[in-house]
T-cell receptor, first 115, second 111 residues
Framework: DAGVIQSPRHEVTEMGQEVTLRCKPI?????LFWYRQTMMRGLELLIY????????DSGMPEDRFSAKMPNASFSTLKIQPSEPRDSAVYFC?????????????FGSGTRLTVV | SQELEQSPQSLIVQEGKNLTINCTSS?????LYWYKQKYGEGLIFLMM?????EEKSHEKITAKLDEKKQQSSLHITASQPSHAGIYLC???????????FGKGTLLTVNP
């Protein structure tokens, strides 16, 4: 398996623009997570899905952030409008029910810079 | 929500030395995960502990879980430059799969 695939790897955008981050989980994994990592706040859980349904979005910072999972093999995290404080590395991770001991698999991340 | 505190925040050791990183939870632990991260890269899964007293090893890295103290420790024996990176502990409480992380420990190993 190719693992969790995220795109793009790097994104530089201007303040006010819309940004869309993409994630393809491992086939068969029924949980998908979006995290944000910064030096100041560490690795924060933004939202997670189970069987494509959002379970907990309490970590989403504000209404500018939205996430969708239209099918089992694809998820997006959208920021509209983007702000400089959104600059961070965004990770996607997936895991399969009943096999948490195998670990949650993380993608390589998307480094977002908002100027 | 569950909070995880890691100590120390950073650590510099000489190659060959042993070291320990701790992770303490504010709530009962149902699953404790250790990950390693190289700068600019994703997280690599090291091991997961579930039961009190459980101990697992991955190469020269050993982790233990103390259920009563709600704490886990990660021990590296005879450290090497390849061990350098950020070590993160993560945990979920209860039967849900919501995984949250500590702030991480930055390990530097000098040759």
């Amino acid at each position: 398996d190719a693992g969790v695939i995220q795109s793009p790897r790097h994104e530089v955008t201007e303040m006010g623009q819309e940004v869309t981050l993409r994630c393809k989980p491992i086939s068969g994994h029924d949980y998908l997570f979006w995290y944000r990592q910064t030096m100041m706040r560490g690795l924060e859980l933004l939202i997670y899905f189970n069987n494509n349904v959002p379970i907990d979005d309490s970590g989403m910072p504000e209404d500018r952030f939205s996430a969708k999972m239209p099918n089992a093999s694809f998820s997006t995290l959208k920021i509209q409008p983007s702000e400089p404080r959104d600059s961070a590395v965004y990770f996607c991770a997936s895991v399969i029910t009943g096999r948490p001991n195998y670990g949650y698999t993380f993608g390589s991340g998307t480094r977002l810079t908002v100027v | 929500s569950q909070e995880l505190e890691q100590s120390p925040q950073s650590l510099i050791v000489q190659e060959g030395k042993n070291l320990t990183i701790n992770c303490t939870s504010s709530k009962t632990l149902y699953g404790l995960y250790w990950y390693k991260q190289k700068y600019g890269e994703g997280l690599i899964f090291l091991m997961m502990l579930q039961k009190g007293g459980e101990e697992k090893s991955h190469e020269k890295i050993t982790a233990k879980l103390d259920e009563k103290k709600q704490q886990s420790s990660l021990h590296i024996t005879a450290s090497q430059p390849s061990h350098a990176g950020i070590y993160l502990c993560g945990a979920h409480s209860g039967s849900n799969y919501k995984l949250t992380f500590g702030k991480g420990t930055l390990l530097t190993v000098n040759p």
